[in-house]
C-alpha cells in the first residue's frame, strides 16, 4: 500500500477513536434533556473558546476560502475579515441571550422568541431558518469531504462513498452525547484548522522560491493584466489586487467590470458571515455555558486576533501561491476546489505523514460545524415541535431519543441532496448564513429595543428570507416568472438585500401594530432585567457615540464602498516595483492595517464598553427575583 494512503487511514483512524470516545463520554453524561441538548449548561470558559470557534470557522475556511482568493485575488481576501465579524455578533447578542437562558431556563431559541415575543409563528420560523441553515451548510462541507479524499486517495475512494463513510462518525458521536460530545471534540478540531492553514501557506511560500518568489510570482500577474489589459477594473488597475469601485450599477454581479468583490459587496457579504453566530445554532451555544466569562475572549483573543491573522496571511499565501506554483511548473493547472488537496498531495513523496495529518486537519474543519448544526437542529425539532405539539408530556428518555433520531435524519437528509443535487446544494449552502443574518431583527428587539412587535419581527423575517431567496444564486429558479436580475445586484450580497427589506418591513409592521397587554408587560420585564443585569453604567454611556463611530468607520471604510482607498494609497498597485512594505501592494496593506483597527474595536466593544463583560449567576438569580 501507498505510505500517503498508510498513514492517511492511521491518522484517520486516530482521529475517529477520539471522536467516538468523546461520543460515548457524552452519553454517559447526558441524564437529562438538558445534559443532552446543552451540555447541562456547563461549558467550561476553556472549552467554550475553542469549541465556538471551531464552529464559527468551517471546512470552507480551511478549502474554499484560499481556493476563492486564488480565483478573485486580493479583493476576496476582504471576506477574511469575518475572522471578527462574526465574532461582532457575539459581542452584541451572546451575554444577554447567555442571561435569559440562565434566568428563564430556556433550551432552544424558539423557546426564547416564542415567551418574549408571544405566540407561535416566531417559534415554527426560527426552526425553518434553522433547517434552511443547517441543511444545506451541512451537505456542502460532508460533500467537501468526499471531494477532499477522492483527490488524496488519488480516486481510490469515490467522492459518495468517502462523503458517507466520513459522516457515519460524525453521526454516531453526536447522535450519542449531544452538545458535549460536539464541544470537546471541537476543541480538538479547532486546534487542527489553525494548524493545517498555518502548515499549507508555509508550504506555499516554500514551493514558490520562498517570500521573494511569491512577491514577485504576483507582480508578474500584475504586469501581465496590465500589459494585456485584461483583468482591469474601472480605474485601470489589475483585479487582482485592485476593488473594482464601490458599487457598480448592474443587475447581476457577475456582470461587474473586473469582479463582483466591490466595496458594497465586501461589506454586505460582512453581514452574511455575522449570520453564523445570530443563527439559532449560536443561541443554544450561549445557553450552553456554564459562565459567561468566555465570551470576550473567544471574541477578541481568539476569533479576531489569532485566526484574524492567520486569515490575512496563510490564506492569502495559498491563494497567491497556487498561480506562482502554475507558472514554475509545480502543478499542471489549479482551480479553487482542487487547491488545498493539491498543496497538502505536494508532500506525499517527501512527507507522506504530514499528508496524512493534514487530511484530518481538513477533516475535522469540515466536520467541526457540521456537527454542531446536527445537535443543535435536533433540539429545536424536538423541543419546539414534537414536545411542544405532539407529545407535551415527553420524559426526558424521550426527548433524547428522539434528538437522535433526528440528528439521523438531517444528516441523511443533507447527505441525499449533496450526493444526487451538487449544483444545488452549492446554491443553498451559499444561501445558509445570509438566512441566519435574517435574525437580527428579532434578537435586537430581545436584546434592546422593546418596539419591534411579534407581527412585525415575523412579516420582517418571512420578507427577508424571501429578498435573500430572490437576491442570491437561488434567483435563477424564478427567471421564468420574469425576474430581472440575477444573483447580487447593484453588487450587493443577498444579505444585505435580505436585512434592508428584512428591517423596513419590521419597522413599518410595528409601527401599525400592537401587542397584547399581556405581551407588552413581559417585554417590559425582560427589558428590565437585562437593564439590571447587563446595563451599561453612566460612565460607559457617554461612550456610545465613540462606540458607534469606530465602528462605522471600521465597516464603511475598513472593507466597506471606502475601502477603494486602500488600492492606491501605499502604493501604485499597477508599479510592483514601488511596492512597500516588503514588496506588498497596497491592498494587503490596508487589510492589515484595518485588521488591526478592527481587532482594537473588538477589544474596545467587548472589554472597554463592556459588551461582553462576565456576569456572576448569583447577579443573575438575585435580579430575576426582584423583577418576577
Request: charged fraction near 10%.
Amino acid at each position: 500500500m501507498d505510505a500517503k494512503i498508510s498513514w492517511l487511514i492511521g491518522f484517520v483512524g486516530v482521529y475517529w477513536i477520539y471522536c467516538l470516545f468523546w461520543g460515548i463520554k457524552g452519553a454517559q453524561k447526558s441524564k437529562t434533556s438538558t445534559d443532552y441538548f446543552l451540555a447541562g449548561r456547563s461549558i467550561s470558559i476553556w472549552v467554550f473558546i475553542l469549541a465556538a470557534t471551531a464552529t464559527s470557522f468551517s471546512g470552507w475556511t480551511f478549502v474554499g476560502h484560499p481556493g476563492k482568493i486564488f480565483n478573485d485575488g486580493l479583493p476576496y481576501a476582504f471576506a477574511s475579515f469575518y475572522a471578527l465579524t462574526i465574532p461582532f455578533t457575539g459581542v452584541l447578542f451572546l451575554r444577554r441571550q447567555w442571561v435569559l437562558g440562565k434566568a428563564y431556563k430556556y433550551i432552544t431559541p424558539g423557546e426564547m422568541y416564542s415567551d418574549y415575543y408571544g405566540g407561535d409563528a416566531i417559534r415554527l420560523l426560527t426552526v425553518l431558518v434553522a433547517f434552511l441553515f443547517s441543511v444545506p451548510y451541512l451537505g456542502v462541507q460532508l460533500r467537501a469531504s468526499g471531494d477532499l479524499f477522492y483527490v488524496l486517495t488519488d480516486g481510490l475512494v469515490s467522492v459518495n462513498f468517502g462523503m458517507f463513510a466520513l459522516s457515519a462518525i460524525v453521526v454516531i458521536y453526536v447522535a450519542s452525547g449531544g452538545l458535549r460530545s460536539v464541544a470537546y471534540v471541537d476543541c480538538a478540531q479547532c486546534v487542527l484548522l489553525a494548524l493545517g492553514i498555518i502548515v499549507l501557506g508555509g508550504i506555499a511560500i516554500h514551493y514558490s522560491g520562498g517570500w521573494s518568489g511569491l512577491m514577485t510570482g504576483l507582480a508578474d500577474i500584475v504586469k501581465n493584466d496590465v500589459a494585456n489589459g485584461k483583468n482591469l477594473t474601472p480605474d485601470g488597475y489589475s483585479s487582482t489586487i485592485a476593488i473594482p469601485g464601490s458599487m457598480q450599477f448592474v443587475s447581476a454581479g457577475s456582470k461587474a467590470i473586473g469582479g463582483t468583490w466591490t466595496g458594497l459587496m465586501c461589506m454586505t457579504y460582512m453581514f452574511a458571515l455575522m449570520g453564523i453566530q445570530s443563527s439559532p445554532a449560536f443561541s443554544m451555544w450561549a445557553f450552553a455555558n456554564k459562565t459567561s466569562r468566555a465570551f470576550r475572549w473567544q471574541q477578541v483573543a481568539a476569533s479576531s486576533a489569532v485566526i484574524g491573522v492567520i486569515l490575512f496571511t496563510f490564506t492569502i499565501f495559498q491563494g497567491i501561491g497556487g498561480h506562482v506554483l502554475i507558472k514554475n511548473g509545480t502543478f499542471a493547472n489549479a482551480n479553487d476546489k482542487n487547491l488545498v488537496p493539491q498543496l497538502i498531495n505536494l508532500l506525499s513523496g517527501s512527507a507522506p505523514w504530514l499528508v496524512g495529518l493534514l487530511a484530518v486537519c481538513a477533516l475535522a474543519a469540515m466536520q467541526s460545524t457540521g456537527a454542531a448544526y446536527m445537535s443543535t437542529f435536533s433540539a429545536m425539532v424536538t423541543r419546539d415541535i414534537y414536545a411542544k405539539y405532539f407529545a407535551p408530556d415527553a420524559s426526558d428518555h424521550v426527548q433524547k431519543l428522539s434528538g437522535r433520531i433526528f440528528v439521523i435524519l438531517v444528516a441523511g437528509a443533507a447527505l441525499i441532496v449533496a450526493a444526487n443535487s451538487t449544483q444545488a446544494i452549492v446554491m443553498l449552502g451559499g444561501l445558509a448564513v445570509a438566512y441566519g443574518f435574517q435574525m437580527y431583527p428579532a434578537l435586537i428587539g430581545i436584546c434592546y429595543y422593546k418596539g419591534f412587535t411579534r407581527r412585525g419581527v415575523v412579516a420582517g423575517l418571512i420578507v427577508g428570507l424571501i429578498a435573500v431567496t430572490l437576491t442570491d444564486k437561488t434567483s435563477d429558479w424564478f427567471r421564468i416568472f420574469g425576474v430581472p436580475w440575477g444573483a447580487y445586484p447593484l453588487t450587493i450580497h443577498s444579505a444585505g438585500w435580505g436585512i434592508l427589506f428584512n428591517l423596513v418591513t419590521t419597522i413599518l409592521v410595528s409601527r401599525f401594530t400592537t401587542d397584547s397587554e399581556d405581551t407588552i408587560r413581559r417585554k417590559e420585564k425582560k427589558h428590565q432585567f437585562l437593564q439590571a443585569v447587563s446595563g451599561m453604567s453612566p460612565e460607559r454611556k457617554k461612550k456610545i457615540n465613540l462606540a458607534w463611530v469606530l465602528t462605522l468607520i471600521w465597516f464603511l471604510v475598513g472593507f466597506g464602498p471606502f475601502a477603494t482607498i486602500g488600492n492606491s494609497l501605499f502604493s501604485d498597485p499597477n508599479a510592483p516595483a514601488l511596492w512597500v512594505p516588503f514588496g506588498m501592494p497596497s491592498l494587503w496593506v490596508w487589510q492589515l492595517v484595518f485588521l488591526g483597527y478592527g481587532v482594537f474595536v473588538m477589544w474596545f466593544l467587548a472589554f472597554h464598553m463592556g459588551l461582553s463583560e462576565p456576569i456572576e449567576q448569583r447577579r443573575v438569580e438575585e435580579a430575576v427575583e426582584e423583577i418576577e
